[in-house]
């Protein structure tokens, strides 16, 4: 049912719009080209010519630093030009529409749009207009998805725990409600066949109905944590942090903030994930963040090269032979 | 001018007057002379419809159909959707209050009931705003309204300020015997919604909007109606507590009455699959348990109506990520198949559904003196002739209203009208299609 729009007639990706729908075979192949590309950052000249000729547009409806530099930056090592696109919320409103701007672009012969987007479903409506030869990549879309950034964590997961995510259990702490990421690594990491996935939140930042994601809830950080092999925290936006979703930063920190002092309920090689950027205090204390077990920095690195699998998986499946990509 | 015609042959169903046979009906003067297998006394025939093996019954009544117009033509005219109303079988419909502007005045009464009586077809009613510009704060001058022929007052799906302003406004229009009509939500609750919390929404990451932004209205509103004694009608309920909580009330004699709307008794949440937009409605697709329960009340009697709540739209209206979309599926052309679908799905017997689409609609409205879902003798001559097995398939080419939104697209319906007449006139006659 889902996911389909994402891949072409041989069942390769041809967009990347949300890890649902995907198959364990193409997630892993994504992480595979990935770990070929780690190489490509240690080089002198950090390129290959894989998308030389391709035009990449990184459309950006919702301001981004740092996942736009890393599509750029992926973009750039596979020899694509680049143009990025920021549109704020109010040019829109002044009559151009999404799909105005979508064709005028289009009208430019791009290959590949990046799209992150402050309403769900955005990256889905534009790959359903744009030519058949064109590729979209999901940046984000509203609460729904962040597919690549849940790609980089599984990759990160991958390097630190080996391939076989069944005898991991996972934690997600945070606001699970408002987060397009942790809805695309429930889906990740249940097509890898995770263990067990739990989310671990208030009652105010749960959706209803999460467990049919795949998901055990927990209430109380020092259950959820019971055991874990991998807490992934989420950011919080602060301003969820006052009004009627949380009292405070300091009752949420005392409850959900992670502590090495909570950590001795974890694993003892359990590895601590965050997108970033860290609210230091409130979703972790730094002993945390910057301590042994931290992997945060890695996952920013990783970026790039799961951002250039992607990529080029896409681009392939738009029609790249295989034979020119083997060759190059 | 007017004609004497016979229909002769067909299954006429009336449950207002617990006809269902074989029989004529008799037309003449615009008013229906008599349902039977004999003519009036010296009545001849101008000309006959032959609707033998068709069915016969008194004209829809569409309790929420939005024209557009004033304000909004470039989606919609009077005239468009009354033609695309008397083709799919509806001869009265109601428009609700929210038209740019809005109906708050007497004079936009006037100009609605002007540009639908110049375009002929079907027969327009309308909502006074229960406050000035809906803003939910100053009442309207509902005595007035209703003069110019308001048949009730609501405020759309604009919230009112206070319980207070809901207080007053219940007891102000008792106090001239208009209904008010309510759509209950809690608009705290149902903020920056667009889907059922559910597991949909919560899967696709759309804000959501929880069943309990209908009941806790519902029992607000309840709360209010009881102690004012008014008489209140509640629009396009969606969850199955609400019908509880309506119908306990309506045990413990609360005059109240309630509808659903047809696409809630066929899709859910999980028809917004991949972010389909035209699944895109307020309130919005719920589970399906709440269809059943819709559908269920709708065979009790537990919801009086069934309407279309039609809400056509331009294009670019659905041309847009999910939560930019407007909300609202045009519905006046597939309304009365629908509802035979839910015959033949074993939900509903026939003279049910029209007890749910004429009868029970035209006395929430007030017109049942008039005729209206009826075939009263001496009253209005609004009725359809139905070919219940014509089969057609929804499409751009068979769509007459100016918004092709519906999610049912595509979709292959049974039963179509032949005839429309309105006021004892035709006002729309199919021709068969050449084989």
């Avoid at chain 2, 009086?304 to 979309?325: G, V």
């Avoid at chain 2, 198949?337 to 004429?358: C, F, H, I, K, Y």
Wanted: glycine share 8%; with cysteine.
């Amino acid at each position: 049912m889902s996911g389909n729009i994402q891949l072409d007639a041989q069942g390769r990706l041809r967009h990347f719009l949300t890890i649902e729908g995907l198959n364990r075979r193409i997630l892993t192949e994504i992480l595979d080209t990935a770990e070929s590309f780690t190489g490509v950052t240690a080089q002198q000249v950090k390129k290959v010519p894989l998308l030389r000729g391709k035009t990449i547009v990184n459309l950006f409806f919702e301001p981004s630093t740092r996942t736009r530099t890393t599509f750029e930056l992926a973009a750039k090592r596979l020899s694509a030009d680049v143009l990025n696109i920021n549109i704020n919320a109010s040019s829109t409103t002044k009559g151009e529409t999404l799909l105005d701007t979508l064709r005028n672009l289009e009208a430019m012969h791009v290959d590949m749009f990046v799209v992150r987007h402050a309403e769900s479903g955005a990256a889905h409506f534009i790959a359903r207009h744009v030519a058949p030869h064109v590729s979209v990549l999901n940046a984000g879309d509203g609460r729904h998805a962040h597919p690549t950034q849940a790609m980089l964590d599984m990759f990160t997961i991958r390097r630190v725990k080996g391939p076989d995510f069944g005898r991991l259990r996972v934690a997600i702490v945070g606001d699970i409600l408002h987060s397009r990421v942790a809805r695309s690594q429930i889906h990740a990491l249940n097509l890898l066949g995770a263990g067990e996935v739990r989310v671990i939140a208030p009652k105010t930042l749960i959706p209803v109905d999460i467990e049919k994601l795949g998901v055990h809830v927990f209430h109380r950080l020092e259950e959820g944590i019971q055991d874990v092999d991998v807490i992934i925290m989420l950011r919080l936006q602060r301003e969820r942090m006052q009004g009627a979703l949380l009292p405070s930063e300091h009752e949420y920190f005392r409850l959900f903030g992670v502590t090495e002092e909570k950590l001795a309920r974890a694993r003892p090689d359990v590895t601590i994930m965050h997108p970033g950027p860290i609210n230091r205090g409130v979703e972790m204390e730094s002993r945390v963040a910057d301590g042994p077990r931290s992997v945060i920095l890695q996952q920013v690195g990783h970026g790039i090269a799961v951002r250039m699998a992607v990529m080029s998986l896409a681009m392939r499946a738009g029609g790249v032979p295989d034979e020119e990509r083997e060759a190059s | 001018m007017s004609q004497r015609i016979r229909i002769r042959g067909g299954r006429v169903i009336d449950p207002a007057a617990d006809i269902d046979r074989e029989t004529d009906v008799w037309i003449g003067g615009g008013r229906l002379l008599a349902v039977g297998d004999a003519p009036p006394e010296g009545f001849e025939a101008d000309f006959e419809i032959d609707a033998r093996g068709h069915l016969v019954w008194p004209g829809i009544v569409d309790l929420a159909a939005r024209l557009r117009e004033p304000g909004a033509e470039h989606k919609a005219t009077i005239a468009s959707e009354t033609r695309a109303a008397v083709a799919g079988g509806i001869t009265t419909l109601c428009c609700p209050p929210d038209t740019t502007p809005p109906i708050d005045t007497p004079a936009v009464v006037e100009l609605i009931r002007k540009r639908a009586q110049t375009a002929g077809f079907a027969r327009v009613e309308t909502l006074g705003a229960l406050t000035r510009g809906l803003g939910g704060e100053t009442l309207t001058e509902m005595a007035a309204l209703k003069e110019e022929g308001c048949v009730g007052v609501s405020n759309a799906r604009y919230p009112l300020a206070s319980s207070l302003v809901l207080r007053r406004a219940l007891e102000y229009a008792a106090t001239y015997d208009l209904t008010v009509f309510l759509h209950p939500e809690d608009h705290a609750l149902a903020a920056g919604g667009c889907a059922h919390e559910g597991e949909v929404a919560t899967r696709l990451g759309l804000p959501g909007i929880p069943a309990a932004a209908e009941t806790a209205a519902v029992a607000h509103a309840l709360a209010l109606i009881e102690h004012t004694g008014a008489r209140a009608h509640f629009c396009r309920l969606t969850h199955a507590r609400s019908i509880r909580m309506i119908a306990r009330a309506r045990y413990d004699g609360v005059p109240v009455t309630a509808d659903v709307a047809i696409p809630y008794c066929f899709l859910t949440e999980h028809d917004i699959s991949e972010f389909d937009a035209r699944c895109h409605v307020r309130p919005p697709l719920r589970t399906a348990a709440d269809r059943d329960a819709l559908r269920s009340a709708l065979a009790s009697g537990a919801v009086d109506a069934l309407c279309s709540d039609h809400q056509p739209h331009e294009p670019d209206a659905k041309c847009n990520p999910f939560p930019m979309t407007e909300p609202g599926i045009s519905g006046l052309d597939t309304l009365l198949s629908l509802g035979l679908r839910l015959v033949d799905e074993g939900v509903l017997d026939l003279p049910t559904l029209v007890a749910r689409l004429a009868t029970g609609p035209g006395d929430i409205l007030g017109l049942a003196q008039q005729g209206a879902g009826r075939l009263l003798p001496g009253r209005r001559a609004d009725l359809i002739v139905i070919d219940p097995d014509a089969v057609w398939r929804v499409s751009p080419e068979t769509l007459l209203s100016a918004g092709h939104n519906t999610p049912f697209m595509g979709w292959e319906l049974r039963g179509r009208v032949t005839h429309t007449l309105v006021g004892g006139r035709v006002v729309f006659e199919r021709r068969p299609e050449p084989n």
